[in-house]
C-alpha cells in the first residue's frame, strides 16, 4: 500500500478567516463536532501531479484539523494499468478507445491486487475517479457508505468503456460530479461539488506590487498599457489562435497587449503544433506575448493574471475552467466562452461577460475596455461569486454535509 | 430581560443534488417546472437568491436567468424575476405563479418556446442539513450572536423561514413579536429588502436595529 504524502501544513484553518469571516470557519467547526470520531478514507490514483491529487493535498490537512479522522490512500499499478486507465480517461471524456478487450482484464487484475493491499474501514470513502473505481469490490454489502467523485465530464463517454465501468459506479451509495452537465443517468444519487481553488496557494495569493512588476519585467509586458490575458495549455479546444483574432480586432480600437500564458507545448507534440499555429497567427506583433511555462510556474501566472486588465477564456470546450476561477478571485472583468463550467462561473452581465464567436469575444473585451467603471464592478462581483462557492473552504462544507447527510441515515 | 422561549440559532448546510431532468426549450422547462419536486423549485428559487445574495440588483432565480441569458427573451425574463419571494409561503404557490408566467408566454409564442438553446437548464435540488448554534435567552445575547452569523444560518432565519412558518415574516421579527412583544422592531426587521441588500448588509442593519432598540 502506498500512503500519499501529505504537504506539510502550510494553511491552517483559522488562516482562512480573514477572507470568509469568523463566522465560516466557526461553522465549519460546528458541523465537524457533530460527526466527531467518524473516520474518512479518500483514494485516488497518484500522490503527485494532476488536480486531484493537488486538491486532496488541501483538502485532507483542513479536514484533519476539524479533528475528523482521515486517510488518504493512493493505489499502484504498473506501467501496464496507467496506460489502461489513461485510454479509460480520454475515452470516458468522448476520446476514442482503440485498446484490446484484455485491457479489461488489466484493469481488474490491479483493482483485485490493491483490493489485497489496502485497508477498508472507514465511516465514509470516497473514491475518486475512474481508475479505483473497481474498489467498490470491497465494500460490505449494507456496509458503510462509499461514494465515487467523478472530476472528468462523463456527458459522451465511449459506451464500450462506460458499459464496463457502469456496473461498478452503480453499486456506490452515491456519485459527485463537478456539473450537471458531466452527469450520467445513474440509479444512485448524484451530488454537485464544484471544483474549488485555494485563496492561499501560490497561485492565488496576495502579490507585493514589485513582485508583478518584475515579472512584468521579465517578460517584457508594458504594465502603462492594457493587457488581455487567457492562461491555458496550447490546446486547439482553448481556441488560442480565435483569440489572436480576437485581440487583433480590439487592436484597431485600443493599443493593447495579449498574453497567451500556458504550458503542454514542450512534451506534447500536438501542443507544439499550436504553439506554431498561434506563432503564425501572431505574426510580428511586439504586443503578442506568447508564454510558454513550465508546471512551476504558479508565481509568475498569479501574477501575470494580477497584472492584467481582462482576462480571458475564449475556450471551445471546458471542463470547469478554474482558470477562469483564478481570474474573478483576483478581481478582474473576465470574458469568456459559454462552454463547460464556464457559466456557472460568469453569470452574464453580473459576474463577467459570456462570449459565443472571436467577433463576440472582440466586442466585450472592447465593451469593458471603454467602461473601466462596469468592468471593475463585474470584477467585484465575480470575486464575490467565487468567494461564495468556489473556495475550497467551501468543498470542505461540502464534505462535511454529505458525511452528514449519509451519517443521518445510520 | 430574560425571554420566556430563547431563540435558537440554526444553520442549514445544503447539498445539491443533479435530478437528471433537463430542458433545451421554454417549453420543456414549463414541463419541468411542472413534474419537479418541491426541493427543486425551492433550490431554483429561494436557494438560487441566496447563492446570488451579493448581486443586488438585477438576479432573482435560476429560471429568469437561464431565459435572460440562455435564451434571449428579455421580456419573460423579467416576468419570471418579478417574482417576489418575500410573498410567497410555500413552494405550490411559488410554481403555480411560475407555470401561469410560462404557459402564459409558450400559449402565445409556440416558436420562441420551441426554439433550442445553446445552453441547457439544469434541474437540481436541495438536501438540507440543519445544525443547532445555539441559544440566546436576552436581545443583548440575540445581538452578539447575530454579530457573527454566518450566511447559511442567515439564509435560514432569514429568507427560507417564510416557508418553514408558512408566514409573510422570518424567523428574528417572529421572535421579537410573539416572544419578545417587541412589534416595531419586529416590523423594522421584516421591511429589510433582501433583494437589495446582501446577507452582510441585511445582517448588519438588523443589528443596529436591536442596538437602537437596546439603547445603544
Same mark, same amino acid.
Given at each position: 500500500?502506498?500512503r500519499?504524502a501529505?504537504?506539510?501544513r502550510?494553511?491552517?484553518?483559522?488562516?482562512?478567516?480573514?477572507?470568509?469571516?469568523?463566522?465560516?470557519?466557526?461553522e465549519?467547526? #460546528?458541523?465537524?463536532?457533530r460527526?466527531?470520531g467518524?473516520?474518512?478514507?479518500?483514494?485516488?490514483?497518484?500522490s503527485?501531479g494532476?488536480?486531484?491529487?493537488?486538491?486532496?493535498?488541501?483538502?485532507v490537512?483542513l479536514?484533519?484539523?476539524?479533528?475528523?479522522?482521515?486517510?488518504?490512500? &493512493?493505489?499502484?499499478?504498473?506501467?501496464?494499468?496507467?496506460?489502461?486507465?489513461?485510454?479509460f480517461?480520454?475515452?470516458l471524456?468522448?476520446?476514442?478507445?482503440d485498446?484490446?478487450?484484455?485491457?479489461?482484464?488489466?484493469?481488474?487484475?490491479?483493482?483485485?491486487?490493491?483490493? #489485497?493491499?489496502?485497508?477498508?474501514d472507514?465511516?465514509?470513502?470516497?473514491?475518486?475517479?475512474?481508475?479505483p473505481?473497481?474498489l467498490v469490490?470491497?465494500?460490505?454489502?449494507g456496509g458503510?457508505?462509499?461514494i465515487w467523485r467523478?472530476?472528468i465530464?462523463?456527458?459522451?463517454?465511449?459506451?464500450?468503456?462506460?458499459k464496463?465501468l457502469a456496473?461498478?459506479?452503480?453499486?456506490?451509495?452515491?456519485?459527485?460530479?463537478?456539473?450537471p452537465?458531466?452527469?450520467?443517468?445513474?440509479?444512485?444519487?448524484?451530488?454537485?461539488?464544484?471544483?474549488?481553488i485555494?485563496?492561499?496557494?501560490?497561485?492565488?495569493r496576495?502579490?507585493?506590487?514589485?513582485?508583478?512588476?518584475n515579472?512584468?519585467?521579465?517578460?517584457?509586458?508594458?504594465?502603462?498599457?492594457?493587457i488581455?490575458t487567457?492562461?491555458?495549455?496550447?490546446?486547439?479546444w482553448?481556441?488560442p489562435?480565435?483569440l489572436?483574432r480576437?485581440?487583433?480586432?480590439?487592436?484597431r480600437?485600443?493599443?493593447?497587449q495579449?498574453v497567451?500564458?500556458g504550458g503542454?507545448?514542450?512534451d506534447d507534440?500536438?501542443?507544439?503544433?499550436?504553439?506554431s499555429e498561434?506563432?503564425?497567427?501572431?505574426?510580428?506583433?511586439?504586443?503578442?506575448?506568447v508564454?510558454?511555462?513550465p508546471?512551476?510556474?504558479?508565481?509568475?501566472?498569479?501574477?501575470?493574471?494580477?497584472?492584467?486588465?481582462i482576462?480571458?477564456q475564449?475556450?471551445?470546450?471546458?471542463?470547469?475552467?478554474?482558470t &477562469? #476561477?483564478?481570474?474573478?478571485?483576483?478581481?478582474k472583468?473576465? &470574458?469568456a466562452?459559454?462552454v463547460?463550467?464556464?457559466p456557472v462561473?460568469?453569470?452574464h452581465?453580473?459576474?463577467?461577460l459570456?462570449?459565443?464567436?472571436?467577433?463576440?469575444?472582440?466586442?466585450?473585451?472592447r465593451?469593458l475596455l471603454?467602461n473601466p467603471?462596469?468592468?471593475?464592478?463585474?470584477?467585484?462581483?465575480?470575486?464575490?461569486h467565487v468567494?461564495?462557492?468556489f473556495?475550497?473552504?467551501?468543498?470542505v462544507?461540502?464534505?462535511?454535509?454529505?458525511?452528514?447527510?449519509?451519517a443521518?441515515r445510520? | 430581560?430574560?425571554?420566556s422561549?430563547?431563540?435558537?440559532?440554526?444553520?442549514?448546510?445544503?447539498?445539491?443534488?443533479?435530478s437528471?431532468r433537463?430542458?433545451?426549450?421554454?417549453?420543456?422547462?414549463?414541463q419541468?417546472?411542472?413534474?419537479?419536486s418541491?426541493?427543486?423549485?425551492?433550490?431554483?428559487?429561494?436557494?438560487?437568491?441566496?447563492?446570488?445574495?451579493?448581486?443586488?440588483e438585477g438576479?432573482?432565480?435560476?429560471f429568469?436567468q437561464?431565459?435572460?441569458?440562455?435564451c434571449n427573451?428579455?421580456?419573460?425574463a423579467?416576468?419570471?424575476a418579478s417574482?417576489?419571494?418575500?410573498?410567497?409561503?410555500s413552494?405550490a404557490?411559488?410554481?403555480?405563479?411560475?407555470?401561469?408566467?410560462l404557459?402564459?408566454?409558450?400559449?402565445?409564442?409556440?416558436r420562441?418556446?420551441?426554439q433550442?438553446?445553446f445552453?441547457?437548464f439544469?434541474?437540481?435540488?436541495?438536501?438540507e442539513e440543519?445544525?443547532?448554534?445555539?441559544?440566546?435567552w436576552?436581545l443583548?445575547?440575540?445581538?452578539d450572536?447575530?454579530?457573527?452569523l454566518?450566511?447559511?444560518s442567515?439564509?435560514f432565519?432569514?429568507?427560507?423561514?417564510?416557508?418553514r412558518?408558512?408566514l409573510?415574516?422570518?424567523?428574528f421579527?417572529?421572535?421579537f413579536?410573539?416572544?419578545?412583544?417587541?412589534?416595531s422592531?419586529?416590523r423594522?426587521?421584516?421591511?429589510?429588502d433582501?433583494?437589495t441588500?446582501?446577507?452582510?448588509?441585511a445582517?448588519d442593519?438588523?443589528?443596529?436595529?436591536?442596538?437602537?432598540?437596546?439603547?445603544?
Amino acid at each position: 500500500m502506498t500512503r500519499a504524502a501529505v504537504e506539510p501544513r502550510v494553511n491552517r484553518l483559522d488562516d482562512y478567516a480573514g477572507l470568509l469571516g469568523a463566522g465560516e470557519i466557526a461553522e465549519l467547526r #460546528t458541523l465537524a463536532g457533530r460527526l466527531e470520531g467518524r473516520t474518512i478514507q479518500m483514494i485516488n490514483s497518484t500522490s503527485v501531479g494532476g488536480g486531484v491529487a493537488e486538491m486532496l493535498a488541501r483538502i485532507v490537512p483542513l479536514i484533519e484539523e476539524l479533528n475528523l479522522g482521515i486517510r488518504w490512500d &493512493v493505489i499502484t499499478g504498473g506501467d501496464d494499468f496507467f496506460a489502461v486507465t489513461k485510454a479509460f480517461h480520454n475515452a470516458l471524456q468522448g476520446g476514442c478507445f482503440d485498446l484490446p478487450d484484455e485491457s479489461f482484464q488489466t484493469f481488474l487484475a490491479y483493482s483485485e491486487q490493491n483490493r #489485497t493491499r489496502l485497508r477498508f474501514d472507514a465511516d465514509f470513502t470516497i473514491i475518486h475517479d475512474p481508475q479505483p473505481a473497481a474498489l467498490v469490490d470491497s465494500r460490505p454489502a449494507g456496509g458503510k457508505p462509499w461514494i465515487w467523485r467523478c472530476h472528468i465530464d462523463l456527458s459522451q463517454p465511449d459506451l464500450k468503456v462506460w458499459k464496463f465501468l457502469a456496473p461498478f459506479i452503480e453499486r456506490y451509495n452515491a456519485a459527485i460530479f463537478s456539473s450537471p452537465a458531466f452527469a450520467r443517468q445513474l440509479p444512485i444519487p448524484q451530488f454537485l461539488f464544484y471544483p474549488s481553488i485555494d485563496p492561499l496557494s501560490e497561485k492565488n495569493r496576495e502579490l507585493e506590487p514589485q513582485v508583478i512588476e518584475n515579472v512584468l519585467a521579465e517578460f517584457r509586458i508594458d504594465s502603462r498599457r492594457p493587457i488581455l490575458t487567457q492562461v491555458s495549455r496550447f490546446d486547439r479546444w482553448k481556441d488560442p489562435v480565435g483569440l489572436v483574432r480576437a485581440y487583433q480586432h480590439v487592436k484597431r480600437y485600443f493599443d493593447c497587449q495579449l498574453v497567451l500564458a500556458g504550458g503542454g507545448a514542450a512534451d506534447d507534440p500536438e501542443g507544439e503544433a499550436v504553439l506554431s499555429e498561434v506563432m503564425e497567427a501572431a505574426g510580428k506583433d511586439p504586443d503578442i506575448h506568447v508564454l510558454s511555462l513550465p508546471p512551476w510556474s504558479a508565481l509568475e501566472i498569479n501574477a501575470l493574471q494580477r497584472a492584467s486588465t481582462i482576462i480571458i477564456q475564449k475556450s471551445l470546450r471546458e471542463g470547469f475552467g478554474l482558470t &477562469v #476561477t483564478e481570474g474573478l478571485w483576483k478581481r478582474k472583468p473576465v &470574458v469568456a466562452s459559454a462552454v463547460g463550467g464556464i457559466p456557472v462561473q460568469i453569470i452574464h452581465k453580473q459576474t463577467g461577460l459570456l462570449c459565443h464567436s472571436v467577433e463576440g469575444a472582440a466586442y466585450q473585451i472592447r465593451f469593458l475596455l471603454s467602461n473601466p467603471a462596469i468592468a471593475q464592478k463585474l470584477g467585484e462581483q465575480g470575486h464575490e461569486h467565487v468567494r461564495e462557492h468556489f473556495l475550497i473552504t467551501r468543498n470542505v462544507r461540502r464534505y462535511l454535509t454529505l458525511f452528514l447527510h449519509f451519517a443521518g441515515r445510520d | 430581560m430574560r425571554a420566556s422561549q430563547a431563540f435558537e440559532f440554526v444553520t442549514a448546510s445544503y447539498l445539491v443534488q443533479i435530478s437528471g431532468r433537463d430542458a433545451g426549450t421554454l417549453v420543456e422547462l414549463q414541463q419541468g417546472i411542472e413534474s419537479c419536486s418541491d426541493a427543486s423549485v425551492f433550490y431554483h428559487t429561494f436557494q438560487s437568491l441566496a447563492r446570488h445574495h451579493f448581486l443586488n440588483e438585477g438576479f432573482s432565480n435560476d429560471f429568469a436567468q437561464w431565459v435572460l441569458g440562455s435564451c434571449n427573451r428579455p421580456a419573460l425574463a423579467e416576468a419570471l424575476a418579478s417574482l417576489d419571494l418575500c410573498e410567497s409561503v410555500s413552494v405550490a404557490e411559488i410554481r403555480a405563479r411560475l407555470l401561469q408566467i410560462l404557459d402564459g408566454y409558450c400559449w402565445a409564442n409556440p416558436r420562441e418556446a420551441a426554439q433550442r438553446t445553446f445552453e441547457k437548464f439544469y434541474f437540481c435540488e436541495t438536501v438540507e442539513e440543519q445544525v443547532p448554534l445555539g441559544s440566546a435567552w436576552t436581545l443583548e445575547e440575540f445581538r452578539d450572536r447575530l454579530a457573527e452569523l454566518p450566511h447559511a444560518s442567515m439564509q435560514f432565519h432569514f429568507l427560507t423561514s417564510r416557508l418553514r412558518l408558512q408566514l409573510r415574516t422570518n424567523d428574528f421579527s417572529h421572535w421579537f413579536q410573539d416572544v419578545l412583544g417587541l412589534q416595531s422592531l419586529a416590523r423594522s426587521v421584516n421591511r429589510i429588502d433582501i433583494y437589495t441588500n446582501t446577507l452582510d448588509s441585511a445582517r448588519d442593519r438588523i443589528v443596529e436595529l436591536v442596538d437602537r432598540e437596546m439603547g445603544r
